[in-house]
C-alpha cells in the first residue's frame, strides 16, 4: 500500500463501506503514517459537523393529483373499503340500507298504509280523495240564494244606470236653455245697434238734406 | 406497498398511487433540495419542479426498482439547471464572498458557543461555497444516507469519481471552517 492508495480508501473507511481486508490493511498502513492518519482525523471531524446540522421537515404538503377517471370498479373497491369490518357492524349497515331502501321504494311507488277496523290495509299508486258534497235541498238553498243575490245586484245595477241618464238628460238641457237664452240675447243685442246705427244715418241723412236745402234758397 | 408496485398501479390509471409515492418522497427530495440552495422557496419550488416532472415522464422509468435513483436525478438535474441559469447572481468565488455574519463573529470570538440554529446557518453557508457537483455527492452522503453505487447510479459517473468528489468536498469544508476560524471543538458543544 502507498499514499495514494491509502487516500483512496478513506471515503470507504470514513462510511464504512469497506471491506473487513481493506479496513486492517488501511490501519497497519495508518500507524505508520501520522501524516495521513492526521488527513483521516480531519476529514472524519468535519464529518461529525456535518452530520449535526439539525433535522428538516418541510410543513408544507405538495398538491396532489386529483383522480378525475373514476372506474366503477375503483369506486366500489373504495366503497368496500369504508364498510365496518366487525359482523355486527355489517348488520347495523345491511338493516340501514334495507330501510333506506323500503322508505325509496315506498315513496316512488307512493305506498299507502291504512289502518280500519278490519285491519290494516297496504295501497300503492294515486289514491283520489272523495268529495262528499251537498244534500239537495241544501244545493237549492244555494242555489236560491245565489239567485238573489244576483237579481238584487242586476236590479241596483239597472237603477244605477237609469239615474246616471236621467242626470245625464238633466245637464243636457239645461246646457241647451242656456245656449238658447245666450243667442236671444244676442240677437236682441244685435237688433238694437242696427236700430240705433239706422237711426243716426237717418239723423245725419236729414241734416245734410237741411243744409243742401237752405245753401239752394240762400242761392236764389 | 413498495414503490414499484405503486407505479405499476399509476401506470394502470390510479391517480392515488402517484399521491402515496408523492407522499413518500416529498420530504426527502425537499430535504436534498434545502441542503443544496438554503432556501426554502427554492426547495418547494424544485420540489414541485421534481413530481411535476416524474408524472409526465413516469411511464418512460423501464426498471420501477430503481425509482429511488431516478427520482433523486431528476431532482439533482433541476437543482444543476436552478444553478446555471442563477449563475450571475450566485458564481462569485469563495475569496470574494462576504463573510456571513455567524463566520465573522466566530472569527472574532472563537470561544463563543455555537447555538444550534446559528451551526445550522453555517453548516448550509460551507456547503454552498463548494462546488456544485462536490456539494451534491456530499449532500447525498451526509443526508440523504445513499450508498456509493446509488450516488453513482444517480449521477451517471462511476464509484470512483463519486467517492474522489467527496473527498475534496470534504477537503474544502474543512478548509472553510478553519478560514472562518471555527475551532471544531467548540461547534461540538452540547
Not at chain 1, 239567485?147 to 239645461?174: D, F, G, P, W
Not at chain 2, 470512483?160 to 471543538?185: A, C, D, H
Request: charged share 25%; net charge negative.
Amino acid at each position: 500500500m502507498n499514499d495514494q492508495l491509502a487516500r483512496s480508501l478513506f471515503m470507504d473507511y470514513l462510511y464504512d463501506e469497506i471491506s473487513d481486508e481493506e479496513r486492517s490493511k488501511l490501519e497497519t498502513y495508518l500507524e505508520n503514517h501520522p501524516k495521513l492518519r492526521k488527513e483521516l482525523q480531519e476529514l472524519q471531524e468535519t464529518r461529525s459537523l456535518l452530520q449535526r446540522m439539525p433535522e428538516l421537515n418541510p410543513d408544507q404538503q405538495l398538491l396532489m393529483v386529483e383522480p378525475n377517471d373514476r372506474t366503477f370498479g375503483r369506486w366500489w373497491q373504495q366503497a368496500k373499503q369504508l364498510a365496518p369490518d366487525s359482523f355486527f357492524g355489517k348488520s347495523v349497515l345491511a338493516a340501514a340500507a334495507i330501510i333506506i331502501l323500503l322508505l325509496i321504494t315506498g315513496s316512488v311507488a307512493q305506498l299507502h298504509v291504512e289502518t280500519t277496523g278490519k285491519g290494516i290495509a297496504i295501497s300503492m299508486g294515486y289514491t283520489p280523495t272523495v268529495n262528499t258534497g251537498l244534500s239537495n235541498q241544501e244545493a237549492e238553498a244555494l242555489v236560491q240564494k245565489l239567485r238573489e243575490e244576483n237579481a238584487a245586484t242586476l236590479s241596483k245595477y239597472a237603477e244605477s244606470i237609469h239615474r246616471q241618464n236621467r242626470e245625464q238628460l238633466k245637464k243636457m238641457v239645461t246646457y241647451f236653455q242656456e245656449q238658447r237664452i245666450n243667442d236671444l240675447q244676442l240677437v236682441d243685442q244685435t237688433l238694437d245697434e242696427l236700430q240705433q246705427n239706422t237711426n243716426y244715418r237717418l239723423r245725419q241723412t236729414n241734416e245734410y238734406l237741411g243744409q243742401v236745402l237752405q245753401t239752394v234758397s240762400t242761392g236764389d | 406497498m413498495n414503490d414499484a408496485k405503486l407505479i405499476e398501479n399509476f401506470r394502470n390509471g390510479d391517480m392515488e398511487a402517484f399521491n402515496r409515492l408523492v407522499k413518500r418522497w416529498q420530504q426527502r427530495i425537499h430535504r436534498f433540495a434545502y441542503r443544496y440552495f438554503a432556501s426554502h422557496d427554492e426547495a418547494s419550488e424544485i420540489t414541485q419542479k421534481t413530481f411535476i416532472k416524474a408524472y409526465k415522464k413516469l411511464n418512460t422509468l423501464e426498471n420501477t426498482d430503481k425509482f429511488s435513483a431516478w427520482i433523486y436525478r431528476i431532482a439533482n438535474n433541476l437543482c444543476l439547471d436552478e444553478t446555471k441559469c442563477a449563475s450571475r447572481r450566485r458564481s462569485a468565488s469563495m475569496e470574494a464572498l462576504p463573510k456571513h455574519p455567524v463566520a465573522e463573529n466566530l472569527s472574532s470570538n472563537p470561544d463563543q458557543l455555537v447555538q444550534q440554529e446559528d451551526l445550522e446557518s453555517i453548516l448550509q453557508l460551507a456547503l454552498r461555497q463548494i462546488p456544485a457537483e462536490q456539494r451534491i455527492v456530499v449532500i447525498m452522503k451526509e443526508y440523504e444516507g445513499l450508498k456509493f453505487r446509488e450516488i453513482a447510479e444517480v449521477l451517471g459517473e462511476p464509484e470512483n469519481t463519486v467517492k474522489s468528489r467527496l473527498y475534496y468536498g470534504l477537503k474544502k469544508l474543512r478548509t472553510l471552517f478553519e478560514q472562518w476560524n471555527i475551532e471544531l471543538e467548540a461547534l461540538r458543544y452540547e
